[in-house]
Nanobody, 125 residues
Framework: QVQLVEFGGGLVQAGGSLRLSCTTS????????MGWFRQVPGKEREFVAG????????VYADSVKGRFTISRDNAKNTVYLQMDTLKPEDTGVYYC??????????????????WGQGTQVTVSS
């Protein structure tokens, strides 16, 4: 079992920035494809950003492209989501997820095996 723990959510004004962190004690963390998702009440969890196994490439939802950056620090077993130029529509609970099977991160919930507990991000207008 892999435990993922997210940090860094909070309240920020539109145009501001936040950095989310997702950490685990699993030393093989760098062999997993990773994803960040977000969810608002009444809606399905949606893909935000993904990182391939080995950190070869990244992929982003169109709604966050150019504003969000996913990255990984293998020495710290941590994946980050840097969120800049935040908008009110970025509000939601953000989850990190790990896929030990694939090289490329999937864009659907079903692709991932391990999930964090979520962290709330609220962007005020």
């Amino acid at each position: 079992q892999v435990q993922l723990v997210e940090f860094g959510g909070g309240l920020v004004q539109a145009g501001g920035s936040l950095r989310l962190s997702c950490t685990t004690s699993r030393r093989t963390f760098n062999t997993y494809a990773m994803g960040w998702f977000r969810q608002v009440p009444g809606k399905e969890r949606e893909f935000v950003a993904g990182l391939t196994r080995g950190d070869i490439s990244t992929v982003y939802a169109d709604s966050v492209k150019g504003r969000f950056t996913i990255s990984r620090d293998n020495a710290k077993n941590t994946v980050y989501l840097q969120m800049d130029t935040l908008k009110p529509e970025d509000t939601g609970v953000y989850y990190c997820a790990a896929d030990p099977a694939r090289i490329r991160p999937g864009a659907t919930v079903e692709n991932y095996v391990y999930w964090g507990q979520g962290t709330q991000v609220t962007v005020s207008s």
